[in-house]
DNA sequence: CTAGGGTTAG
């Protein structure tokens, strides 16, 4: 007799395989089986619906409904629960509704998982209010709730702009007993974040700290991106220290943020400690952290070190891409080397990249800074495409110069090609027309700029 | 089933 135990054990093997990925050979598994008698079970299709759905496509997924029935097997819940959470997973939410209402259609009865599928759909749409109708059955239904529906709950909240309710959501829970997780926390400090409540959320923060869990990885850098996001950059780097003190680590992508941020901010001392850390944390570089520390020693002008970086990425088989390029483009015209940063983008071109805008506004500003100011007009004329920065280095340095008349024409320019500029640029060239006895000429200036924001 | 994310220019 075929036990029971040999279809368990298939099962087993078949996970295995499904989990790396390894469909095909999960497929002859299941054929070898069947030819020795061992028949699947409700099990083995579920364990292949999710690695299809995952792997190749929803419709992948749904094939195997097909291939169970014919096998003789009913579909459950769970296949339903999988096609239901890859379909909201892609975004392709009426599907996800159609799955569920077919689960339903043929007396499959949905559990707590199947409802925390459609509230989190639901939040998908943008529909908050089908999703506290769902959430609201969940409760009277005596569906002992999870904390996976609550953070659904939450998150969907937040993410519709629901923020304060989201809080008042967490608070009552908590007045209820519930002990929120990590992912609460990470949760709500994001949505916090995201409606620029860093106060709340860094209250949170705190609060997290206390109850016995340790902010993870996912927490500092949501803090971190929203800090620097919103150019707060000395919070930002008080919740750096603030980690730093309570002995937390960050990963590759944490440092990332966080030394750009303090080259960005002229902390080359903090952004050099920062750099020495995380190398004793032992995180091995890739070409993003490289190109990151490339901008540090560039901005330094420690050339030396940068180059060995860039011989370090070959040496390990990686390939500089435009970042690179533009970083060390950009860090030549900073320190006064514009013709090698133009010979540098030459070389960049012969590599095979495409236009490289940024890079083309670096030796823009770098000439003007370099007092070639005629140089840059030449090279402005020849470019292909030109966007704000373009203008607004050229403008802000004409003014610099006091050429007061062909900044204003510049920016005639900017208002016909619906261009918007720096404030600071446009007071810098108004002021500068007015200053200079151009009065008429700034106040048309003036009407023009009005008319060109009134119809935007 | 639920959370975040890195690099360049004015």
Redesign the pocket.
Known sequence: MVCWSSTKLMNICIAALCKGQRLEKAEAVLIDGIRLGVLPDVVTYNTLI?AYCRFVSIDAGYSIIHRMREAGINPDVISFN?LI?CAT?KCLLSRSLDLFEEMVQIGIIPDA?SY??LM?CFFKLGKPDEANRVFQDILNRNFSP???TF??MI?GLCKNGYTNNALMLFRNLQRHGFVPH??TY??LI?GLCKARRLGTARRILKELGESGHRP???TY??IL?CCFRSRQFELGLEVLSEMRSEGYMF????Y??AI?AM??TGRMIEANECMNQMMKNGIIP????Y??LI?LYCKERKFDDAFKLLDEIEKRGMEC???TH??II?GLCKSGYVEEAQRHLDYMNSMGFGYN???F??II?GLCKAGYIDHAMKLFKSMEIK???TY??LM?NLCKARRFRCASKLMLSCLKGGI???KSTRRAVLDGLRHSGFVSEARKLQSKIRLARLLR
Do not use: M
Request: net charge negative; charged share 20%.
């Open positions: 999710g999988s959470a997973r998982c925390n599928n989190h999870c904390s996976a953070n659904i998150n990590i992912t990470n949760i994001n993870n990885a996912i850098s949501t991106k990963d590759g992508f944490g990332c943020t750009a080259v960005k890739d070409l993003v952290t190109n990151t901008n891409d435009k970042y533009t970083i950009d805008l940024v890079a506004n670096c500003d966007d704000s920065f607004t280095s802000h918007d500029v720096l």
